[in-house]
Every structure is written in C-alpha cells, then in structure tokens.
C-alpha cells in the first residue's frame, strides 16, 4: 500500500455549478466551501499530513472583477470565521503564491500563518495568486541572485514549496483534463486522477474512493 503524505486538488467547477443550480458562479464559489471542509476533515482521517488546494490562480485576475472581489471577501469571511477553529485542530496554515492582496487580507494571511505555524496535525496550503512557471522563474532569478549552481536540488531550495515534499497524488474536479499552471515541477511524479464532478459536488466517498485507488497503485517512477 502506497503511503500517502501530500494531496493536491485543482478545485474545478464552482462557477459552472452556480450557474447550473443558482445562476450565479459566485453562489457555487460558496458552495465550494463546504467540499473544502469535507475533504480537510477526511485528509485528517487518512493522516494525509500536506493538502494543498488551488484556490486562486495567476491567471485568474482575468475574470470579472466583481468575481474576483467576492472570491476574496470568501476568503476573508472564511478566515476571520474558521481559524480559530483551524488553530484547535492543530491545522497549519500555509499560502503558496504572491501576497499581492489588499491590506486587509494580506494581515488576516499572516495572522492566520503566524497563528497556526506550530501545529502539526496537517498542513494546509492554499495556494493563492499561484502560477508554477512565475514560481519556476523567480527560483531561477534567486539562483542567479545568490550565484547558486543550477541543479534540481537548488532549484526546489527557492520554490514556494522548498519546505513541503512533492505531491503523491494530484486531484483535478470539473471534468478537465489539465493541470493550468499548478505545481508542475512538484507534480512531475504524481499521480493524477481526474474527476468528472464539478467541486461543489465533490463527496467524502469520491475522495475514499481516490485515495483507495492510489494506495493500490503500483509506482514504479521510471523502473520496472
């Protein structure tokens, strides 16, 4: 059975369900919550100790501006409502990503990162503002910086990630069959599965369901 230490999710979907069930994709941002939730509350059950999910890309300050407010105004809500409750379960917080925010929520990030940054049950990453090949090129622009030797092992000392192990599994909802610029020198060597569900959709038992498939998946990275 193959361990499991790091879960990655591209959650795919939330504004086609909104429209689908709500007309409006802002509704099926909120609705996303709650799968969040669900699946941080069964990484701890299957001691996953790294979930990082894909919340906001590079890319995505090219929607509408009023989505991209109310996405943020989620995130502040979502952080001024839960962290204390993140603190207690001994979750830490980690944002992978520019911090290229408003005041506000730049201060209620780091206050959530300082606060939680001893905790040790699981860490959650969001990925916020994220853009593998902005990350990729600001790991070789700090290489050149500090005259560093160009190798895999320097390279990952200046990545976002420099501190967490590479993704055993990649998750990807929505019924798109594409990894958008997320982690991909991490995710080299996971394995992917793509879901045909959209986010909000996306249950306790599919996740099971992933989890036990990987575990029973032979790896061979490259062997035989």
């Known amino acids: 059975m193959n361990p499991l230490d790091h ?10 369900w909104g429209l689908k069930h709500k007309n ?9 919550l709650s799968t969040v ?4 509350k069964e990484s701890i059950k299957c001691k996953v100790k790294f979930l990082t999910l894909f919340a906001f890309s590079t890319e995505n300050w090219k ?39 408003s005041k506000n929520l730049n201060s209620l990030l780091n206050l959530a990162e300082k606060k939680t940054a001893k905790n040790k049950k699981i860490q959650l990453n969001l990925a916020l ?21 160009i190798n895999e092992q320097n390279i990952e000392k200046y990545l976002y990630t420099k501190d967490i192990p590479n993704p055993d599994l990649l998750i990807r909802t929505g019924n798109t069959k594409r ?32 989890i036990k498939k990987y575990q029973n ?7 035989i």
Do not use: C
């Open 63 to 101: 929607r509408p501006k009023n989505e991209i407010n109310y996405l943020f105004n989620l995130l502040e809500n979502f952080l001024v409502r839960k962290i204390d409750q993140l603190h207690k379960q001994n979750i830490k917080l980690k944002i992978i990503g520019e911090k290229k925010f």
């Open 179 to 210: 990894l958008s610029n997320f982690l991909l020198w991490q995710a080299s060597y996971s394995e992917i599965i793509f879901v045909k569900k959209l986010w909000p959709d996306f249950n306790n038992n599919d996740y099971k369901n992933i």
């Open 129 to 149: 503002n994220y853009g593998s090949k902005l990350e990729l090129v600001n790991a070789f622009k700090q290489l050149k910086k500090n005259n560093k030797k």
């Open 37 to 40: 939730e669900v699946v941080i």
């Open 7 to 16: 879960v990655a999710i591209i959650m795919d979907g939330n504004g086609r």
């Open 217 to 223: 998946t032979k790896r061979n990275y490259g062997a």
């Open 24 to 32: 409006s994709r802002n509704a099926g941002h909120k609705e996303g």
